[in-house]
């Protein structure tokens, strides 16, 4: 029995795919319907997955075997082919790839195996001045996101960073972690106007104060400390936007910071201050679709380091409470994690009956004249 055609894209070669691509996504949000007919076998295709607000093109590929069936990844063409710069690399190895402490004991559940991988030595400080160029843009096996290879142009001292999405080999990109340099500080006429500074140095993939960044201005890779480096938004596809700062107006229309921090809105909504000196990066972090990926078999779960997550009801009576038992059991005890705490029921949310217990209202104080006269 014949199946139908299902919609594919013919694979294009690298310096026209980005177009094509475009054009394609563009007649799939204006159009009611987009269906493509091709009768040439191919052994790798596009698929749209359609989310919310758009179309996004990933890699699937011809059903040869089991795993390739569901096997979704995100088209990234630009990544570099070879292998890592070796000097800013290390081997990962020994027992806490397995999820163990120094004296062997499992830390990290659902942890082991997995393919031999060397550590990326990646700067999330960017202390050093200056114009850096972009060499590559390459897969980092240790994060979700990307990273980015810089040479110093000064120095060629070379360094790692967490890529921009949009960064491609061949960009610019400076950090202003140790202040406003003098030839950008003379082309003001020497007098520091935020609106031209701001123009010159948010740039994608450049790294700033916080009290350099204008209001609203979507950032990643941040930072809490002075002197520290980024801690928030370093996984892919994740950003943060400068929500408001301490500053006056002066007279003549310039705005000064006044305060010691800066609020940053972070994509869980949570609002967090920060220091006007910590680093922030302008831009979103990069492979946005990563969540989009599917791995298509267990085996490739292996491959990344993940082990099976089993449920406690199948195992042992001594490995978890719900185990042990004849048959499907839990022994008449409530939901409980493998170390005994309550998983439901609210144990982690519900108000707990010793908050504001020491403030006394007036309800509670009539309450207990009320029985005090009952008692008499």
Not at 43 to 67: F, V, W
Not at 84 to 108: D, E
Request: hydrophobic content about 30%; glycine content about 10%; charged content about 25%.
């Amino acid at each position: 029995m014949l199946r139908p055609l299902r919609p594919q894209l013919r694979p294009l070669a690298s310096g026209i795919a980005s177009i094509y691509q475009s054009v394609i996504l563009n007649n799939v949000v204006r159009c009611y319907a987009t269906r493509v007919r091709s009768r040439i076998n191919t052994e790798l295709s596009a698929a749209a997955t359609k989310t919310d607000n758009q179309t996004i093109l990933m890699k699937t590929y011809k059903p040869r075997t089991p795993g390739l069936r569901h096997l979704k990844r995100p088209i990234n063409d630009h990544l570099w082919k070879g292998r890592p710069y070796l000097p800013l690399t290390y081997p990962k190895k020994g027992q806490a790839k397995g999820g163990r402490n120094n004296t062997g004991v499992i830390t990290v559940r659902h942890r082991g195996g997995g393919h031999k991988r060397r550590i990326r030595t990646v700067d999330f400080e960017r202390k050093a001045p200056g114009p850096h160029l972009v060499e590559r843009i390459e897969y980092d096996p240790g994060r979700s996101a990307h990273i980015a290879l810089l040479t110093e142009q000064a120095t060629n001292r070379k360094s790692y960073i967490v890529a921009a999405d949009g960064m491609r080999a061949g960009d610019i990109v400076q950090s202003y972690r140790a202040g406003i340099p003098q030839d950008l500080l003379d082309s003001m006429g020497g007098v520091i106007d935020p609106g031209i500074l701001a123009s010159k140095t948010c740039w994608r993939g450049n790294c700033l104060p916080a009290h350099m960044v204008p209001v609203g201005t979507v950032v990643y890779n941040v930072g809490s400390r002075p002197n520290g480096g980024a801690v928030f938004c370093r996984s892919a596809g994740t950003h943060a936007t400068i929500v408001s700062k301490d500053e006056e107006t002066r007279e003549d229309g310039t705005k000064v910071m006044t305060g010691k921090f800066v609020n940053v809105r972070l994509q869980s909504g949570e609002i967090r201050k920060i220091s006007k000196d910590a680093c922030v990066t302008v831009g979103v972090s990069s492979n946005i679709h990563h969540q989009y990926r599917q791995l298509g078999k267990a085996g490739r779960s292996r491959w990344l380091n993940i082990r099976p997550t089993v449920r406690g009801l199948a195992m042992n009576a001594f490995e978890h409470p719900h185990g042990g038992g004849r048959g499907k059991s839990k022994g008449n005890r409530h939901p409980s994690s493998p170390w005994g705490k309550p998983a439901k029921s609210g144990y982690k949310t519900r108000r707990k009956s010793n908050v504001n217990k020491w403030v006394v209202t007036p309800r509670v104080r009539n309450m207990g004249k009320r029985r005090d006269k009952k008692s008499q």
